[in-house]
């Protein structure tokens, strides 16, 4: 089964930082670039970040460029995601998501598998 | 607010067709292909249609997508009550370095 498990959320105080990782399995991870969506409390989707299969290609938000990173180990089927200077704005619900097709440079064709989301407060 | 517009509601009875109207612009739905996401109560969105008509395995044909120009719809014939939850399209946006855009979503009822 295609499964990706996302965890390290958590309570955390405005300006400070947190890692979120995602675990993926049933798949072959390194053939597929993964993205990072979030869900305010009662509210839309809003993309994150997304990294291409390789790390060649990375993208950010407007909303959280230059606070977070993605990275992803393929070796450990994983992708993370570092959250620096963090702001209540950033409170959600964080999910990991595959891409749909392999080998894509870029992010146009979107998520397919998405997890069940790790839950991020930011507040003091 | 969001980039992508959609209706905040809609609602339908068993057996009914329903419609979900997606509006963007010529940097996001009129240069690029649609996604359509059905999030239950609770629960993670779940890919409906992809590439603004194509069904991933599994979903049933009584879902349906379709795009013309900046607009893009889905469509729920035979309407469930399974079918009730949040419908949300999603399309890369070419604009500045490119993002991706979803709508603010649909919070579909089955009365």
């Known amino acids: 089964e295609v499964q990706v498990v996302e965890s390290g959320g958590g309570l955390v105080q405005p300006g400070r930082s947190l890692r979120l990782s995602c675990a993926a399995s049933?798949?072959?991870?390194?053939?597929?670039?993964m993205h990072w969506v979030r869900q305010g409390p009662g509210k839309g989707l809003e993309w994150v970040s997304g990294i291409s299969w390789n790390s060649g290609s990375i993208g950010y938000a407007d909303s959280v460029k230059g606070r977070f990173t993605i990275s992803r180990d393929n070796a450990k089927n994983s992708l993370y995601l570092q959250m620096n200077s963090l702001r209540a704005e950033d409170t959600a619900l964080y999910y990991c998501?595959?891409?749909?097709?392999?080998?894509?440079?870029?992010?146009?064709?979107?998520?397919?598998?998405w997890g069940q989301g790790t839950t991020v407060t930011v507040s003091s | 607010q969001s980039v992508l517009t959609q209706p905040p509601s809609a609602s339908g009875t068993p057996g009914q067709r329903v419609t979900i109207s997606c509006s963007g612009s010529s940097s996001n739905i009129g240069s690029n292909t649609v996604n359509w996401y059905q999030q239950l109560p609770g629960t993670a969105p779940k890919l409906l249609i992809y590439s603004s008509n194509q069904r991933p395995s599994g979903v049933p044909d009584r879902f349906s997508g379709s795009k013309s120009g900046t607009s893009a719809s889905l469509a729920i014939s035979g309407l469930q009550s399974e079918d009730e939850a949040d419908y949300y399209c999603?399309?890369?946006?070419?604009?500045?370095?490119?993002?991706?855009?979803f709508g603010g979503g649909t919070k579909l009822t089955v009365l």
């Open positions: 049933g798949f072959t991870f390194d053939d597929y670039a």
């Open positions: 999603a399309a890369w946006d070419d604009s500045l370095n490119g993002f991706w855009v």
């Open positions: 998501a595959k891409h749909i097709t392999q080998y894509s440079s870029g992010f146009r064709n979107g998520m397919d598998v």
